[in-house]
């Protein structure tokens, strides 16, 4: 599996995660090592145009702050893929939604392309 970095922006406030084992640091960020899966269409090419889910555990920061404090205005997600040891961005869009079910939270956003 290619490691994946998950940036979720909201004003001045940022998360960010990794699918990879360990944590990972790119441009001064660290992005905390979480269990997240993804399910998009076609989300193979550099820059994709299918919307997307991402399923974390439901006690992910990111999950409980959307949750109990919904933010108002635009939360952007860029997606990066480890390519030859550089990350290069696979996809940008919105957060168009997120729901918590059983143990896990499943977020949604729609491409910027």
Known sequence: MRAELFKLTHGTTTWSFTNASDDVVHEGLIYKAVPINGAAP???TIVSKSDITLTMPRDNKFAINYITNRPEGVITLVIFRSVSGTYITLWMGRVTGGRMYGH??????ESLY
């Open 42 to 44: 076609g989300l193979t």
């Open 104 to 109: 896990n939270f499943d977020l949604t956003a």
